[in-house]
Nanobody
Framework: QVQLVESGGGLVQPGGSLSLSCTAT????????IGWFRQAPGNEREVVSV????????YYEDHAKGRFTISKDNAKNTVYLQMNNLKPEDTAVYFC??????????????????WGQGTQVTVSS
């Protein structure tokens, strides 16, 4: 059984920064990648970024490039998402998710096997 717990969300002003964490428990030896997704009210869930568990390869959706950085600490079973220069349109619930079999379709929810409950990020003045 795998459990994912996100933390670090909150309220921040436009232009500000937040750092999200996703800590995993369970069979982490089965992890191939961990991704961050987000879902804004009325919108579908969309990918933000993914990092592979073994070699740390990183993938970013266009809206995250240049502003967000994904990283990991295997010893702590934790993946981080550093978000800088936040915009109101970044407001969403942010989820982390695990792939146990690597899929090149990393942007698709269906490629992920386990999900966290999410953490709210609100960007507003």
């Amino acid at each position: 059984q795998v459990q994912l717990v996100e933390s670090g969300g909150g309220l921040v002003q436009p232009g500000g920064s937040l750092s999200l964490s996703c800590t995993a428990t369970g069979f982490t030896s089965r992890f191939e990648a961990i991704g961050w997704f987000r879902q804004a009210p009325g919108n579908e869930r969309e990918v933000v970024s993914v990092i592979t568990w073994s070699d740390g390869s990183r993938y970013y959706e266009d809206h995250a490039k240049g502003r967000f950085t994904i990283s990991k600490d295997n010893a702590k079973n934790t993946v981080y998402l550093q978000m800088n220069n936040l915009k109101p349109e970044d407001t969403a619930v942010y989820f982390c998710a695990v792939q146990t079999i690597w899929s090149s379709a990393w942007k698709l929810e269906e490629s992920y096997d386990y999900w966290g409950q999410g953490t709210q990020v609100t960007v507003s003045s």
